[in-house]
């Protein structure tokens, strides 16, 4: 019988029998999809993270992109981007025609700052940036009260990328705190339900709301563009039968939306998952401040990315900034190394404003942060079924590799 340790990802879903039990009632269910299952998690996640509403959708980058075309972003207009991200941060907005503007990253933490915001702005001096999508990078929370005020002063919306942040809590301003997707200083909060992140559904995505005007345009945009309400219908000689009845079949498209609809299985899934949520970031949290003990003697070799002051994040991934020169090696000769050793790592992210797409649409730029922190980048090992020797593991392959 082999004794090898198992193999550690860098992330993985967490699934229980109860999660197999609600996805299987659901299969025996009358509804597949758009069915009450999906409503029901829609309220369940609102309440979950303190905001009014919550739309959700068949993945992040469908929440991020809800978000934008909510804000009715088009062609003409712009939005500020942190260049570390994944790609769907910018993507969302060139689907819909605006044009993106990187900013630059704190090289310690990965995160866009006011500075950095300020300095992208003053870039593109003939530009007025319609949005701007701050990103919690990890899970760790930009400062939101800053980039809110400076967005304000700008005229700008701001739509929270927090894909990587559900379950923690940021500074609100006046010594408080608020739940990342209360919306609390944003107009939009998204998240990402993918298997590695803190919660999933398989695939899909959320976005919440305190405004009901981008609440209702995002449920039309979800489904076509499309509503069989009758109190929405505008062509009233085909909606309505001589008696003034609306037509049983009608439905009626009033904006060109694409299919981002959930499934009854996937929110089935996620409101199993929801009522776990708590023990996940509990878990998370410990994890993470054993890693944050037992790393910080590698410094300055590794490095550990700053939480935001005040903040209590609940961490997505674990991510280390690793000097691979000073430790005479490359990262992909010390990711193969860990590997070997049963751990795995990954990398996040590419910076967006190098991907190639991107280069032939704006041109070669210089975000020297941003570059700084992709060089240092590694992502190790955490999720809610690691034990504490299984971080040990990482810790001990961590110490033997930089040391």
Not at 129 to 153: E, F, K, S, T, Y
Not at 373 to 395: F, G, H, N, Q
Request: hydrophobic content about 40%; some cysteine.
């Amino acid at each position: 019988m082999s004794t090898a340790s198992p193999f550690l990802p860098y992330g993985k879903q967490c699934i229980d029998d109860e999660d197999v039990a609600a996805v299987a009632a659901a299969l025996r269910g009358d509804y597949l999809t758009t069915g009450p299952t999906v409503g029901q998690f829609e309220r369940a996640f609102a309440d979950y993270v303190g905001a009014r509403f919550a739309v959700a959708s068949n993945s992040g980058t469908a929440a991020l992109h809800l978000a934008c075309m909510a804000l009715g972003l088009g062609p003409g207009d712009h939005v500020v981007v942190p260049s570390v991200t994944f790609l769907a941060t910018a993507n969302a907005a060139r689907f819909c025609g605006a044009e993106v503007i990187f900013a630059d990253v704190d090289p310690h933490s990965g995160r866009m700052t006011a500075a950095t915001l300020e300095e992208a702005l003053a870039r593109q001096p003939g530009f007025r940036p319609r949005a701007v999508l701050p990103v919690h990078l990890n899970g760790h929370c930009v400062d939101v009260a800053a980039i809110q005020a400076l967005a304000d002063r700008s005229g700008m919306a701001v739509i929270e990328d927090a894909c990587h942040a559900l379950g923690g809590l940021h500074a609100a301003g006046n010594d408080t705190r608020a739940s990342v997707g209360a919306c609390a200083l944003s107009q939009l909060s998204c998240f990402s339900l993918h298997p590695v992140k803190t919660m999933t559904t398989g695939e899909g995505g959320v976005t919440t709301t305190n405004d009901e005007q981008l609440y209702r345009r995002m449920q039309l945009f979800r489904n076509h563009g499309m509503t069989r309400d009758a109190g929405e219908f505008t062509a009233a000689e085909q909606a309505f039968d001589t008696a003034g009845a609306a037509l049983p079949w009608y439905y009626e498209m009033q904006e060109l939306g694409p299919n981002y609809r959930i499934t009854d299985i996937a929110c089935a899934l996620g409101l199993s998952q929801l009522r776990k949520l708590p023990s996940f970031v509990d878990r998370r949290r410990k994890l993470a401040a054993y890693y944050d003990r037992a790393l910080a003697d590698l410094a300055p070799r590794l490095t550990l990315i700053p939480r935001q002051p005040d903040d209590d994040p609940a961490l997505h991934l674990y991510v280390v900034l690793v000097d691979f020169a000073a430790i005479g090696c490359s990262r992909s000769e010390a990711m193969a190394i860990l590997k070997a050793r049963g751990i795995g790592t990954q990398v996040h992210y590419l910076p967006v404003h190098r991907q190639p797409y991107y280069v032939r649409r704006y041109g070669t730029e210089s975000l020297p942060g941003a570059d700084a922190y992709y060089e240092r980048a590694l992502s190790i090992p955490l999720y809610p079924d690691m034990t504490e020797a299984d971080a040990a593991r990482v810790v001990t392959a961590l110490h033997d590799l930089v040391s």
